[in-house]
């Protein structure tokens, strides 16, 4: 084989990995959700539980990024393609964290009849889920319009944040009793809010690995 | 010059950056406290207009880690001293965030009389900015003992959250019209955690760079 072509094969299994990254996260997130709305502390314990996985494959990203640059001195825009794996791994790995976030407030409070009916946390969650999938969309195709699309339902998630943020505090003023539960549930809203952050990162990274250019977006 | 004191010449260089951030990281946290205490939101809007010199410092460090791995192939320990220089400046930069993270809350409740002394945040503040000097140390003089040393003050950082915490939660359940400031101040207290798990990464990365091993250090 070519270096030419050795460096496309490596490429190629960065993005597979970096896929099943990707899938590894919703699935983190989908569960932790699902905790959530089930109650279910052995299933937030589980996601917790396999966080592990996903930090190795980050490592593993990490150090075959390193070793490829290092082997094929790429540069301009082969060298982007490297870097922007390397972030996106980052992204995804903290992604994976604030889901086990999520995961752990659920741990908190799952033995307690919860104070309202959660309606925007699962919609929040849900707009989380399609950034993922939507942000390595944007990668893989180098569609700088669809990490910008992406990026922009960040809003939503923010909003959705606010709107969760307003109702539970609103919630503790009328019933102090609440306050414990309703904090908890106000950290989940912002592992969310977060989370959101990260993928308009991977969006971030897009823009750059095409145009070398570093953009904020929704800033 | 040869190709190694080259290398060398752009570790130092990269080197003095991370210095040169870590100090910018400082500053933030430091006056950041110093915002919430003296209630001075004008204090706390320029930490916020401070970070934009951190972030571009990070995406400067950034590319000429690549560059200089491109250029130089370094292996084994050399490469690790640049993939290391790299995630630190990521971990920086995510601290500065944190920081950022304080001012704003400080935005938020700078103009009401505070519902209580503050005692235990300017002590994690404290704490948080010397993990920020020792972690520079032993980064600089690979010095595992002192990384670890620092990852433990992560401990007094989580306990003095989970007082914090506590104490406002009850705060809260006795009067709650003090609801609202003491989220933020819950949030401030949170941004202070989460910069102290950076920088335990950061010790976490001298281990790695000096070892080659991954290790979890206060999981």
Same mark, same amino acid.
């Given at each position: ?67 490829? +640059? ?73 569609? +700088? ?75």
């Amino acid at each position: 084989m070519s270096v030419r072509s050795d460096f496309h094969h490596a490429l190629e299994t960065l993005q597979q990995d970096l896929l099943r990254m990707g899938s590894y996260v919703e699935e983190a997130i989908s569960l932790s959700t699902k905790a959530l709305l089930d109650q279910d502390r052995q299933l937030a314990s589980q996601v917790i539980a396999n966080d592990d996985r996903i930090d190795r494959l980050q490592h593993d990203v990490e150090e075959r990024c390193m070793k490829l +640059i290092a082997l094929q001195q790429p540069m301009a825009k082969d060298l982007r393609k490297i870097s922007s794996a390397w972030r996106i791994s980052l992204e995804l790995e903290r992604m994976a964290d604030n889901a086990c976030g999520v995961a752990k407030s659920v741990r908190r409070i799952a033995e307690q009849p919860y104070v309202k009916t959660l309606v925007n946390t699962p919609i929040m969650s849900s707009v989380c889920q399609q950034m993922v999938k939507m942000g390595l969309d944007a990668y893989l195709q180098e569609d +700088i319009e669809l990490a910008i699309k992406m990026s922009d339902l960040d809003n939503q998630v923010d909003a959705l944040y606010k709107h969760i943020f307003n109702d539970l505090l609103q919630l503790m003023l009328k019933d102090p009793s609440v306050i414990n539960q309703a904090t908890q549930l106000i950290f989940i809203a912002r592992y969310l809010e977060r989370f959101g952050d990260h993928a308009t990162n991977i969006a971030e990274t897009v823009v750059y690995l095409v145009t070398g250019e570093r953009k904020e977006l929704n800033p």
